[in-house]
């Protein structure tokens, strides 16, 4: 009995990400997260950066991981709503990317780590599985 408890709170979670998806408007979500992405790159630089583009430099993007596989009615309404977003399926074809979700032109990857940490804030806030990552150039 234990184990039909823990699937059924599973599914309840399932069920209401579902229903997340289907009520976020994602051109207000989409504006948001690029907003707290550009606020955040934007402190850095100005607080941090002092306004120079200095130390090393790289790149930075979000990636969500789908909770449904894409063959399904919930995955395909889940990749739509990412796509909207502006999300592309990466290289590995099992998570979607947004790189540089600030679109900063500095070459610093502090300042782009900071906005990407920021708009996958915005992501988890409404239930996606978004996290933020970098790498060196």
Known sequence: T???KNISKRRA????YIDTLKTINTTELKTQMLDAATDA?????R???KGEDAFACGFAWVNIYPKFK???????AERKVLKELGF????????FSLWNPSKSGFQN??????????AAKVLESV????????RLD
């Open 88 to 95: 592309k399926l990466d290289y590995t074809g099992k998570r």
């Open 109 to 118: 990857i502090d300042c782009k780590e900071a906005g990407a940490r920021a």
């Open 47 to 49: 607080d941090v950066l």
């Open 41 to 45: 790159t934007d402190t850095f630089i």
């Open 127 to 134: 239930g996606f599985d978004a996290y933020a990552n970098s």
């Open 70 to 76: 894409g063959n399904t009615r919930d995955g395909k």
């Open 13 to 16: 979670r399932k069920m209401n």
């Open 2 to 4: 234990l184990r039909v």
